[in-house]
C-alpha cells in the first residue's frame, strides 16, 4: 500500500514520541499547536497538516513512511525489568522499551537473512538461586568452574543482547523476552557500564530474569516486593558466577578477612571484590562480624565506586548482533538499501542511522559502499 493511499497511524506517533522520551507537552510547545491537538493525532482523532507532519519528522527522527504504516510484524512484547525501577522516570522507560521494540523488529529482518541460535533453557519457578544457577551450568555445559564471559556464553546460547542506547539515564541494565514469530527471544540491553566486573554481574542478572519471566508480575509489585525480585536476581548472578565448591577451597583455611584476597580473586572470578564478599558471607564461610569488618575495609580503601583491577581491565561487548549484521552485509553482499527495504517488506521504515545506533554499528556502516572481511559466528540460511 503506499503513502498516498494509507492513513496516518497514531500509534506510530505516540511510539516515535516516546522513543525519544518526550511527552505530549514537549511535542506540542515544538509545533507551536496545543496537546490536544497531539492527543488527538495519536488516537487518530484527526490527521496532522503537512507542515505539521514534516515538523514531526524533523523533531523525532523518523521517515515519513514510518508514519503511515501498520505493525504486521508478529511480535509479543512481555515484561520489562528494569534494574532503577524506582529511580527511573516513565518517560525514560518507555523511551527504552520503545528502542527495545524497534531492536527486536531488526532482529527479525536479519533473521530473513542469517539464523541466530534458538534460546536453549526454559523459564522455570524456582526461587532457589543455587539451583537456578546448577540448572544453567548443567544445561549449557558451564563445567564448575568460574565463567570468563558471560556475555559470549548468553548470546551463543540464544540472548540477544545490545548496549545501551542513547539517553538511557542512569539505567544500569533491562531485560525483557518477546515472541517474535512464535519463537521466544530473550533481549538484554546492558548499561553504559565501563567496568568489566559489574558489566558480567548485571548480565548475569538480566539472565535471572529471563529464566523467572512469568513467574513476577512487575505491573502489580510493591516497592518493597520488587526489591525483594531484585536481590533475588543478585544472588542468582553471584551464585552462577562464584561456583561454590571451588570458592570455598579459595578461601580455606585462612585469609577470609584479607581485604587482598578478594581483590586477587577478582581475575579469577571476574565479579568484583564487594560480591566475592557478599558470596562467601552467603555460603557461611565467614560471619556477620566478618562481613561487616570486610565491607568497612571497602569503603575505607575507598572501593565502593573503584576497586583495583577496574579501570585497566576491558569490557566484554556484546557480537552477534552486529556482528550479523554485518555478515549480511559483507558476506551476503546485502547492500545497507536492500536491507532498508527487508524492514519495509513488514511495514517498518527507519532511516539507516537509526539502525547503526540501535545495534551499534559505526555511523555510515550502511551506506551502499563496499565492505571486506566478515565474522563468521552465525548460522546462515
Known sequence: ????????NGARLKAARQYNAMTIGDVANFLDVTNQSISQFENNKIDPKPENLFALCNLLGFPREYFFEEDSSKITIGNTYFRSLSSTAKKDRNAQVEKVKLVAKIFEGIEKHISFPAFDLESSDKMDAEELAKMVREQWNLGEGPIYNIID????????????FENSKGIDAYSHVEVINKKAVPIVVLGYEKNAFRQQF????????????????????????????ENLMNQFSGTLLIPKDMYLKDLYPSGKTDIKLYIELKKKYRVSAAALIVRAYQLNAITANQYQ???KQISQHGYRLEEPYDMETPICKPRYLKHAMKMIIEDKNVSGSEFINTLKSFNLSLHKGMIEKLIGLEEGYLGDNNHTGTVHLLNRV
Open 1 to 8: 500500500m503506499s503513502i498516498l493511499e494509507s492513513s496516518f
Open 153 to 164: 556464553v548468553m548470546e551463543s546460547h540464544g540472548v540477544v543482547i545490545t548496549s545501551a
Open 202 to 229: 548485571n548480565a548475569a542478572h538480566e539472565l535471572g530474569h529471563i529464566l523467572t519471566d512469568g513467574v513476577f508480575d512487575v505491573e502489580e509489585m510493591s516497592k518493597a516486593e520488587y526489591k525483594n525480585m
Open 293 to 295: 569488618y570486610l565491607m
